[in-house]
């Protein structure tokens, strides 16, 4: 079982910046790619990005591509999610998420488990 906490979110200006943060329980925090989803108002969960279980490889929705950035840091079971260059489209819930899937996946269903969520407003 692992439990999953984020925070970080508020009201940013577009062209802003924040970081969000997850924290894991349990010891087999390593053991799982660690991925970001958002929901906007009215709209499907959408993928953001995935760090694989060591932080080696990283995966990005194109959406976010160059201005989105996934960390990890095992020894604390912490993944950061560093959103440069906001826009309000940007706007949403974000939930990070725990996955044992064999690769670094983008589909929901592959997540075993899921934090509550923090939200992320981008102002224009």
């Known amino acids: 079982q692992v439990q999953l906490v984020e925070s970080g979110g508020g009201l940013v200006q577009a062209g802003g910046s924040l970081r969000l943060s997850c924290a894991a329980s349990?010891?087999?925090?390593?053991?799982?790619?660690m991925g970001w989803f958002r929901q906007a108002p009215g709209k499907e969960r959408e993928f953001v990005g995935v760090?694989?279980?060591?932080?080696?490889?990283?995966y990005y929705a194109d959406s976010v591509k160059g201005r989105f950035t996934i960390s990890r840091d095992n020894a604390k079971n912490l993944v950061y999610l560093q959103m440069n260059s906001l826009k309000p489209e940007d706007t949403a819930v974000y939930y990070c998420?725990?996955?044992?899937?064999?690769?670094?996946?983008?589909?929901?269903?592959?997540?075993?488990?899921w934090g509550q969520g923090t939200q992320v407003t981008v102002s224009s």
């Open positions: 998420a725990a996955s044992s899937y064999g690769g670094l996946s983008e589909t929901a269903p592959n997540y075993d488990y």
């Open positions: 349990g010891r087999t925090f390593s053991t799982y790619h």
């Open positions: 760090i694989s279980r060591k932080g080696a490889s990283t």
